[in-house]
């Protein structure tokens, strides 16, 4: 049980948050940015509702 939860901790570390809110997202931090998705230059990684409400309101 306590590996499971080493593993899962290990894993959060290895992903994005969005730099507005601090969501999880599915983005691994070793991934090329050109790649990404809702990734925004000079700002960083964001979750798909911060990118909707600021680039879609």
């Known amino acids: 049980m306590e590996e499971t939860y080493r593993q899962a901790a290990e894993d959060e570390e290895l992903m994005e948050k969005c730099v507005l809110c601090g969501r999880m997202v599915p983005v691994r931090r070793d991934s090329h940015i050109a790649g990404r998705r809702y990734y ?6 964001l979750c798909a509702r911060c990118f909707y409400e600021v680039y879609h309101n």
């Open 40 to 45: 925004v230059e000079g700002a960083g990684q």
